[in-house]
Every structure is written in structure tokens, then in C-alpha cells.
């Protein structure tokens, strides 16, 4: 499994996302689709395999720590551009977190992916970013907090990315395969950003 170490805070963090460990096999029973208010209320359709249902997990418990994280940016980041980017992603995130816990329910799926790591050693264990990395994004010295969390979540939405692209090439669910496209091309876009203000 590929590992990608950047400057970040400590560890190298993984970046593909995990799998199932026996190949995904469709359950089915024909799609439905509904006229929505809101993204929560947005029908995932009744085709699934085990790969939408490990990338929606896996996305929930990911996005949880992206919030985590860019809330603790709107609040330290000196920059101006950051603070406005961690505040479009906290806006954004949120609302695809209460779909894919949506998804998750229709489906009669748990909402939070089992974080037994004996469960997830036979694909490196669970992606995302550790708590001990969060931890230190919220106690690192104001003047090195900018760097320190941009070298983070660019790891970080790397590891969306891979997730994303495993979740267009082996899903079943259509919904899913398409915030997938979305999130690979959103994520792509905020790594871009990212660079320019590491840069800048």
C-alpha cells in the first residue's frame, strides 16, 4: 500500500484507501430517487456493493477529521486566504457528511467505520489522519501553525483522492460512484490552492 510522507507534523499518513477484504459483491433490489430539500435528503437508489458502503465509512470517519482540523484553521490561521478556505471546506464537508450518513442509513449500514485495526490489517489499516497529528495541529506554535496545517490537510485530501478513485473504478451505486467523480475533482482543486499559498 502506498505511503506518501510530506513535511506534516509527524507521521506519514496513508493515502489509498481501505478495501474489502473479499472482492465486492452487489446486493440489489432496482433504484429509487426522490425529490430533495436538502443534501441529507438525497436517495443513494437501493444498488450497492461492499466498496460504496467501505468508501461512504471511510469518507464519514475521514470528513470528521477534516472538520476537526479546519476548524482548528478558521480559528489560528493567520493567513486570510486559509481562513476562507477552511471555511469553504468546513461549509462543504458538512453538508456531504449528513449525506453519505444518509446514504449510510438507507442502506441499513452502520454510519462509522469499525475502527478495530485488526479489522483493516490486511490493507495497511484505517486511512485518514491520526489523532496524535490532530492534537498537534491544535498545540503547534502560532507562527508555524499555517505550514503545519497545510502540510497536513494536503496529505489529507490526497488521501480523499485515492478513496475517490477506488470508489469510481470498483463501486455498484451510481450516486456514489458520482460524489466520488466530485470529491476526487473538489479535492484536486483545494490541493491546488493549497500549494499556491504554500508557495505564495
Known amino acids: 500500500m502506498k ?3 510530506l513535511l506534516a507534523l509527524a507521521a506519514p499518513l496513508l493515502l489509498t484507501a481501505c478495501g474489502t477484504a473479499s472482492p465486492p459483491a452487489a446486493t440489489s433490489s432496482g433504484a ?3 425529490a430533495v430539500k436538502s443534501v441529507a435528503e438525497i436517495q443513494a437508489g437501493a ?3 461492499d ?3 467501505m468508501f461512504l465509512q471511510m469518507m464519514v470517519h475521514h470528513q470528521k477529521q477534516g472538520l476537526e482540523m479546519t476548524a482548528t484553521a478558521a480559528e489560528r490561521a493567520k493567513s486570510p486566504e486559509l481562513k476562507v478556505l477552511a471555511e469553504a471546506v468546513q461549509a462543504t464537508e458538512k453538508d456531504e457528511l449528513a ?3 444518509s446514504w449510510l442509513k438507507q442502506w441499513n449500514k452502520p454510519v462509522d467505520v469499525d475502527t478495530n ?3 483493516h490489517a490486511d490493507h495497511g489499516g484505517l486511512p485518514g489522519t491520526g489523532a496524535a497529528e490532530i492534537k498537534a495541529l491544535r498545540t503547534v506554535k502560532a507562527t508555524q501553525f499555517d505550514s503545519a496545517f497545510l502540510n497536513l490537510f494536503l496529505a489529507h485530501q490526497h488521501n480523499a483522492v485515492e478513496m475517490a478513485q477506488q470508489e ?3 463501486g455498484a451505486n451510481q450516486a456514489a460512484k458520482d460524489f466520488a ?3 476526487r475533482d473538489s479535492r484536486q482543486g483545494e490541493i491546488q490552492q493549497m500549494l499556491k499559498l504554500m508557495n505564495g
Do not use: I, P, W, Y
Open 168 to 170: 469510481v473504478g470498483k
Open 32 to 34: 429509487g430517487s426522490a
Open 181 to 183: 467523480t466530485r470529491v
Open 51 to 53: 466498496t460504496d458502503v
Open 47 to 49: 444498488e450497492f456493493n
Open 3 to 5: 505511503r506518501r510522507v
Open 117 to 119: 485495526t485488526s479489522l
Open 99 to 101: 449525506m453519505m450518513q
